[in-house]
């Protein structure tokens, strides 16, 4: 009688063989061939109901038969499954931290059963035979080979690269006014990817990177003091102790001067009263600077410098703005 398969295990595999499959069913002894369609396969006799072989390659599906000395055994069917393929990466990088979603897309997908990011494994969300969706692992930042397995074996691997996290050193100027607009120097690491600088929760316009380690940006209006974050592929900088901070300085008011008119010869002294002094950082007296110091926020006593006779300007400035009255030069 010729011998019968009944099952096998598993009924399925990659094209390229090399799968382990069992056939169980009667009539083996003596058996001297397993073939998967007209592909033979290497096999062993383990019992009279029980053989061990291994897949060649192939595609499709194919009946698998065994022959004996009785006969050729009926057929069971065998399904080769195509190797998967992954044809694009979206995000292509992404934070050495990991968490980030990355959708594969490409051919014999389904059923995947690992998605590796080099070495580690990811977390598959998402699964169609044309799509994954997974959560990237931690890894170290650099590039690594990332992969896809299925029934039908492991995909050729395409490259995603771990970003590091940017860093904020130091801003300059560390002072601006509530209007912003004016350029801010960002110094740090990992800067090269930038996709945004915020000035506490507002975007930064005009970002230029120089380098890896140097950037710069227009600040945004504001208040306060604020932090200065990067943003990157790798992430955003993060903040807290040590972290270099930027302040927003109110446009300086000058509501009056006294006296408000002195002697051609100059040094004599002149307080000037007002509001946002605090920041003052120069005083000009008919467009000739003069020495000064800062009391308070409401005022500042300044040396007048020697000057033609006649009316002038006295404007002071501060990193918020600048602000005048009137001063005479007497003969």
Do not use: K, W
Not at 182 to 202: D, E, I, M, Q
Not at 245 to 271: D, K, R, W
Request: aromatic fraction near 6%; glycine fraction near 16%; charge should be neutral.
């Amino acid at each position: 009688m010729a011998p019968i398969v009944n099952s096998l295990s598993p009924t399925q595999g990659p094209a390229a063989g090399g799968t382990s499959v069992t056939l169980t069913g009667s009539g083996f002894t003596g058996a001297s061939s397993v073939r998967f369609g007209t592909n033979p396969a290497q096999f062993t006799t383990l019992s009279d109901t029980t053989i061990s072989c291994t897949a060649p390659a192939g595609s499709g599906s194919s009946g698998v038969t065994v022959t004996a000395p009785s006969g050729t055994s009926n057929s069971v069917t065998f399904t080769y499954l195509p190797a998967p393929v992954i044809s694009s990466v979206t995000p292509t990088q992404g934070p050495t931290a990991g968490g980030n979603s990355v959708a594969l897309t490409g051919t014999a997908l389904s059923g995947a059963t690992a998605v590796m990011f080099g070495g580690h494994s990811a977390t598959i969300t998402g699964n169609t035979g044309t799509q994954i969706t997974a959560q990237a692992p931690a890894g170290a930042a650099g590039p690594v080979n990332l992969t896809v397995t299925t029934g039908g074996g492991t995909s050729t691997p395409v490259s995603y690269f771990y970003v590091p996290l940017p860093t904020v050193e130091s801003v300059s100027p560390t002072l601006g006014p509530t209007l912003g607009g004016n350029t801010v120097t960002v110094t740090g690491s990992n800067l090269t990817l930038t996709s945004a600088v915020r000035f506490g929760s507002r975007a930064a316009t005009g970002v230029s990177v120089s380098s890896d380690g140097q950037l710069t940006a227009l600040a945004p209006f504001g208040s306060g003091t604020v932090t200065v974050t990067v943003t990157t592929p790798g992430g955003t900088s993060l903040t807290g102790i040590g972290t270099p901070y930027y302040t927003y300085v109110a446009q300086p008011i000058v509501t009056g001067l006294s006296p408000n008119q002195g002697p051609a010869a100059g040094g004599n002294s002149i307080t000037i009263t007002g509001s946002n002094l605090t920041y003052t950082d120069s005083v000009m007296v008919g467009g000739t600077p003069a020495s000064f110091v800062t009391v308070s926020d409401t005022n500042v006593v300044a040396v007048a410098p020697g000057g033609t006779p006649g009316n002038v300007t006295v404007l002071v400035h501060s990193p918020g703005g600048s602000s005048s009255a009137g001063y005479q030069y007497t003969p």
